[in-house]
């Protein structure tokens, strides 16, 4: 199984094992990541998962869709060219190896 490292706000390190077919969100709230809520369940409405894609890792990920990239406008911290709603991120094999910034503020 794909395992995945998110790095919270606060610079803590936290490898996660993720179930393929899941979305990152789901690994990250499954495994009380801080900072990661995920309050609509991936129904792309709360942008509480929002999410800083390492560089490395953005290659790997699904291409966002037209609606998730409107969402991002209403992220609680800064949106950056990394930004993605990680509900909208299916775990693959390929994202093995993955890492993923919480922002400061998700909530
Ligand atoms: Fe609500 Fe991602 S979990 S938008």
Known sequence: MPKLTFITAQGESRDVVGRVGDSVMDAGV?????GMFGLCGGALVCVTCHVYVDSDTLAHC???????LEMLDGTMSERLENSRLSCQIPITDELDGGTFHVPEKNY
């Open 30 to 34: 499954r495994n009380v990541v801080p």
């Open 62 to 68: 699904a291409p966002p869709e037209e609606f998730e």
